[in-house]
């Protein structure tokens, strides 16, 4: 999967999937503790970084996959 991952443990919601709309360490800050080191793409641009028809269909490939692997709130 390029888009979804997980699913990961959630202390809100017991245990959900990830997405990430963004190519990595695109940015608006440079914060010394990122967990994912430097910021590459530094910029204050909003747009549209992928097709938002390949996240959500690669969100709806995941619930499938992953149906019986989440748990639903209570
Ligand atoms: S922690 Fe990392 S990803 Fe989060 S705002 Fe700071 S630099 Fe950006």
Redesign the pocket.
Known sequence: MKYVYGPVPSRRLGRSLGIDPIPS?T?????I????GR?INFTNERKNYYPKEEIIAEVREAIKQHENNLEKKK
């Open positions: 360490k940015c608006n800050y440079q914060c503790y990122c967990q994912l910021t």
